[in-house]
């Protein structure tokens, strides 16, 4: 999973929310890049992240098809960017 905001700012926001016992306040919304190397798959799913929980609402955003490791790998690092 991925923090997708600038340079890790919401989440930032969300931990100094929760140091100052602000427990309703909700998380960044994070990315998960799942890699299936046998395919050729790279998928990209997201959801927000509840009070006091973990990321659960996941939704598919994109499949991309590569024919190579490193171009998946370069796809995934300028998509987290």
């Known amino acids: 999973m991925v ?3 600038p340079k890790g700012q919401l989440g930032d926001q969300y931990s100094e929310a929760l140091l100052n016992h602000d427990y309703g306040s909700w998380g960044p919304e994070v990315l ?3 890699w299936d190397g ?6 990209v ?3 927000p992240t509840p009070p ?3 990321p659960s609402r996941w ?7 590569f024919g190579e490791n ?3 790998m370069r796809f995934a690092e300028e998509y987290t960017l």
């Open 3 to 5: 923090d997708r905001s």
């Open 32 to 34: 998960h890049l799942l």
């Open 38 to 43: 046998r395919d050729g798959l790279l998928t």
């Open 45 to 47: 799913s997201s959801s």
């Open 52 to 54: 006091l929980s973990g």
């Open 59 to 65: 939704k598919e955003l994109e499949t991309k098809e």
């Open 70 to 72: 490193d171009e998946a």
